[in-house]
């Protein structure tokens, strides 16, 4: 299920299989997490900007925007919360 994943990601992106970051493989039981790493927004970014008008540096700056470090500054990963990503590129994009 790994490897068709990979694939299925790899193509819709444009990428080479290996440029798949790991959150993009897997899923939590209930598939609603809000948030992915900075890699899998970076992997994106092209596409979003392809569908919604919008420049590549433009999306880029949002993702950079909507990224949080790590909590206290040592604690888990630097993520990007989705939801409010969406938000912000729909925003941009009607103008």
Do not use: F, K, M
């Not at 997490?33 to 596409?47: C, E, H, K, M």
């Not at 700056?61 to 409010?84: D, F, I, S």
């Amino acid at each position: 299920a790994i490897e068709d994943r990979r694939a299925e990601v790899a193509a819709r992106e444009g990428v080479a299989g290996a440029a798949v970051p790991p959150d993009a493989l897997t899923a939590s039981a209930s598939g609603l997490d809000p948030d992915i790493s900075p890699a899998y927004a970076a992997l994106q970014v092209p596409r979003v900007a392809r569908e919604t008008g919008l420049s590549e540096g433009e999306v880029s700056r949002l993702v950079a925007e909507h990224t949080t470090g790590r909590g206290l500054g040592v604690l888990g990963e630097p993520r990007v919360n989705v939801l409010l990503l969406n938000l912000a590129v729909l925003a941009a994009a009607q103008g």
